[in-house]
């Protein structure tokens, strides 16, 4: 089993940044990505950011690309998702996701192992 634990959410205003956390932790020989997915009330989950789990690879979301950058440190089996110049629309809990397919994946259900989320609430 793997556990993600995000941190790093809170309040912020339009315009500011914020730099989420996920440690990882358990069985996490074998998880080839980890990425992040937010959902805000009455919509879908959505791809942020997902990055190899060697960290050879990044992807994005159209919705954030270009403001939200994604790391980790491998040592320490931790993931960032940097995100400058939030905007309102950006308001949602933000989950931290591992899978262990063999392909570049995007979709939530795709996805093996999952955090409990943090909330980015966002004012203008």
């Known amino acids: 089993q793997v556990q993600l634990i995000e941190s790093g959410g809170g309040l912020v205003q339009a315009g500011d940044s914020l730099r989420l956390t996920c440690a990882a932790s358990?069985?996490?020989?074998?998880?080839?990505?980890i990425g992040w997915f937010r959902q805000a009330p009455g919509k879908e989950r959505e791809f942020a950011a997902g990055?190899?789990?060697?960290?050879?690879?990044?992807y994005y979301g159209d919705s954030v690309k270009g403001r939200f950058f994604i790391s980790r440190d491998n040592a320490k089996n931790t993931l960032f998702l940097q995100m400058n110049n939030l905007k309102p629309e950006d308001t949602a809990v933000y989950f931290c996701?591992?899978?262990?397919?063999?392909?570049?994946?995007?979709?939530?259900?795709?996805?093996?192992?999952w955090g409990q989320g943090t909330q980015v609430t966002v004012s203008s």
């Open positions: 996701a591992a899978h262990r397919r063999s392909y570049f994946a995007s979709r939530p259900d795709d996805f093996d192992y």
């Open positions: 358990g069985r996490t020989f074998g998880i080839n990505a």
């Open positions: 990055i190899t789990w060697n960290g050879g690879s990044t």
